[in-house]
């Protein structure tokens, strides 16, 4: 049997954490935003006010374009420039360096993973 500050203490860290604790836990609090994070908007003049919201709506129009994968007109351009570096450096387009058996499965898992990320990321 417990001795008895032994038991008090216990019902006491009990009824600690069910009044502040698991009240946080259940409903959290918001944390508040720090001072001087946004700019008042009265303090902001017209351009600058709509400055604001252009940049807003581009960041949400780019994570959008993105969210299906790498835009048609971005990958030809990226593809283009890559045959063109290819070029810059000697290489023929038709000219791939064959690698060998025991190099051939982390090169392909490398393609892989770098198609993964592009695509989902």
Same mark, same amino acid.
């Given at each position: 049997m417990m001795k008895?500050?032994?038991?008090?203490?216990?019902a006491r860290r009990a009824w600690?954490?069910?009044r502040y604790d698991f009240r946080e836990i259940v409903w959290p609090r918001p944390m508040p935003d720090p001072p001087g994070k946004f700019?008042?908007?009265?303090?902001?003049s017209p351009g600058e006010h709509l400055k604001c919201w252009? /940049? #807003?709506?581009?960041? *949400?129009? /780019? #994570?959008?374009?993105? *969210?299906n994968g790498e835009p048609k007109k971005e990958r030809v351009a990226r593809l283009?420039?890559?045959?063109q570096e290819r070029i810059?450096?000697?290489?023929s387009e038709g000219e791939l360096?064959?690698?060998?058996?025991?190099?051939?499965?982390?090169?392909?898992l490398t393609a892989c993973c770098s198609?993964?990320?592009?695509?989902?990321l």
């Amino acid at each position: 049997m417990m001795k008895r500050g032994v038991a008090s203490a216990v019902a006491r860290r009990a009824w600690d954490y069910l009044r502040y604790d698991f009240r946080e836990i259940v409903w959290p609090r918001p944390m508040p935003d720090p001072p001087g994070k946004f700019p008042q908007i009265s303090s902001m003049s017209p351009g600058e006010h709509l400055k604001c919201w252009r /940049d #807003g709506i581009g960041s *949400y129009l /780019d #994570g959008w374009r993105w *969210y299906n994968g790498e835009p048609k007109k971005e990958r030809v351009a990226r593809l283009e420039r890559e045959r063109q570096e290819r070029i810059a450096r000697g290489e023929s387009e038709g000219e791939l360096p064959s690698p060998s058996a025991g190099a051939e499965l982390p090169a392909r898992l490398t393609a892989c993973c770098s198609a993964l990320r592009t695509r989902y990321l």
